[in-house]
Structure formats: C-alpha cells, structure tokens
C-alpha cells in the first residue's frame, strides 16, 4: 500500500522559515524520485522540487536559493526546507512519488 504523509504546514510571517516532511512508505521511497509540488487557490498545480534516488536535485525558478529538498533513507522521508518565504508561496504543498503517487497535501501559508 502506497502511503505518503505529509506534516509541517501552517501560517508563517513573510521572510520566514518551514520544514515540510513525507514519511513514505518503505518500499515506495526506495524504489522512487521524490517530489514536491503545490497548487495555490485558482491556480494549477505545479512543480516546486525533486530529487531523485540518488539525490540529483532540481527546483523551480521561483524558489531557487531558498528552497531546499532533501531525503532522509534512515527514515524513509523527504524534507522541503523553506526559507525567506514570501506570500505567493501561499498554497497547498503535495508530495509526490515516482510522478504517479500524491499525498494528501498541507496548507503553507505566508501572511502577515
């Protein structure tokens, strides 16, 4: 069973910071390049960063230089580490598995 959960959400002030997780299961995570991607209200769902297996890693252009993704195979999770955070950022963040598999997504919100 496919299972990708993820935490970390919440209201943040512009400029500042949050961790997202997606605890993924054991044999999903092995086996998958990993993503996140968000959908802002009105907006299509687009892609935010990925990494792959062996940690080639790939942003969009609007996060460049303060998003970071990284994945943990002790625990089986990915990370989006989001700094300097503005308020289009705003949206519900997806993780993705293998570009097939989503979680069930968490609110970010920047706003002061």
């Known amino acids: 069973q496919v299972q990708l959960v993820e935490s970390g959400g919440g209201l943040v002030q512009p400029g500042g910071s949050l961790r997202l997780s997606c605890a993924a299961s054991r044999s999903i995570f092995i086996t998958s390049d990993m993503g996140w991607y968000r959908q802002a209200p009105g907006k299509e769902r687009e892609l935010v960063a990925t990494?792959?297996?062996?940690?080639?890693?790939n942003y969009a252009d609007s996060v460049k230089g303060r998003f970071t993704i990284s994945r943990d195979g002790a625990k089986n999770t990915v990370f989006l580490q989001m700094n300097s955070l503005k308020p289009e950022d705003t949206a519900v963040y997806y993780c993705?598995?293998?570009?097939?598999?989503w979680g069930q997504g968490t609110q970010v919100t920047v706003s002061s």
């Open positions: 990494i792959t297996r062996i940690g080639r890693t």
């Open positions: 993705n598995a293998r570009g097939t598999w």
